[in-house]
């Protein structure tokens, strides 16, 4: 099964490797920064904000210190997770979507030859590719499990070599939690996520202690965190957005590259922690590692539209000859 699997990758030109036991030495070859960060076992989510020494800032209070570092930079490579970020929460998952203000503001951006953008998102790479569906984006989902450029992919082994046992603990999950109002199980094939936003007070509590419940027996190879009225259940591996955005940044190369990520969830703080060099932003207010925040995605879509108005006045700056010659 492990053979035809990697056969039919390399015919798809799909990447991937192991990250459990023998990450490191997997991973030294092709990077020793992301061995680096792999070793450190990094957990999301239950990551303990409180050792952050700053303060965070509100982003539009401070746009000439983020234009002083977008003039010093060659390139600029933009992280932006999806629900909550670039789209507003709906009720139903099903039905968030980009408005058109951000759609516009994302595709000005993607065509810029100074600037890449990634999405990163806990949705399928499927999902998150087609719902926003702008060419020459990189689209990373499964919180970066799953990771596509359009001329290159990659897939986490060890989370692909897990779906058999996930299918089964996929199974139990909604044979108990299925039945209950308001609660949608999504099978994302290498993570599951448990959504209670419609759920009574009294029925999410029971949700979550059921999916924890069944969860722990399953310990040895998942783990469940908590976001926004959902439970994740994801592999039980040292891969997060955070190694994702790493593992990003050395796939296109860091030289002069300024890193700017923009998300709402606990997952998104993997990338914070990992960002101290470059920019981070949280959107909402919650404790948090990210140098600043921004109160909504109405904001986060200003935000886009100040950044494509920033490069087109710095490129029109350095086209200038000065006037003292
Ligand atoms: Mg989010």
């Known amino acids: ?18 990250v459990t036991s023998n990450a490191s030495a997997g991973l030294s070859r092709f990077s020793p920064l992301l061995s680096l960060v792999l070793d450190s076992g990094l957990e999301h989510a239950e990551r303990d904000v409180s050792c952050k020494t700053t303060m965070t800032l509100t982003l539009f209070d401070n746009l000439v210190e983020i234009e002083r570092r977008i003039g010093a930079t060659g390139r600029i490579l933009l992280f932006l997770d999806f629900d909550g970020t670039l789209a507003s929460i709906t009720e139903e998952p099903a039905r968030a979507q ?15 030859h100074e600037l890449t953008v990634a999405v990163i998102s806990g949705r399928r790479l499927s999902d998150i590719r087609a719902r926003v569906g702008i060419p020459g984006i990189i689209y990373a989902g499964n919180h970066g499990l799953e990771i596509d450029s359009g001329s290159w992919s990659f897939r986490v082994f060890e989370a692909t070599r ?42 999410a509590k029971r949700v979550v202690r059921l999916v924890r419940a069944i969860t722990a027996t399953f310990s040895d190879w998942f783990k469940v965190t908590q976001g926004r009225k959902v439970l994740e259940v994801r592999p039980r591996i040292s891969w997060d ?11 296109l190369g860091n030289h002069n590259t300024l890193a700017i990520y ?4 606990s997952t998104d703080e993997d990338a914070f922690a990992v960002l101290r060099d470059g920019i981070s932003v949280r959107v909402g207010s919650s404790d948090t590692l990210a140098g600043y925040e921004l109160a909504d995605p109405d904001l ?8 494509n108005s920033a490069l087109d006045l710095r490129n029109e700056s350095t086209r200038t000859p000065s006037s003292s010659g």
């Open 241 to 251: 957005k955070g190694t994702a955005v790493t593992w990003i940044r050395q796939r």
């Open 162 to 203: 897990l779906r058999p046992i996930l299918l089964s603990l996929c199974r139990q999950i909604r044979d108990e939690v299925e039945c209950i109002p308001g609660v949608l199980v999504e099978d994302k094939l290498l993570t599951l996520s448990v959504h209670y936003r419609l759920a009574s007070d009294y029925d």
């Open 262 to 265: 923009v998300g709402d969830d």
């Open 98 to 112: 980009l408005s058109p203000a951000a759609r516009t503001a994302l595709t000005e951006l993607s065509r810029r």
């Open 300 to 307: 986060v879509c200003r935000f886009l539209r100040w950044l």
């Open 1 to 18: 099964m492990r053979n035809g699997w990697a056969e039919s990758q390399a015919q798809t030109g799909i990447l991937s490797f192991s």
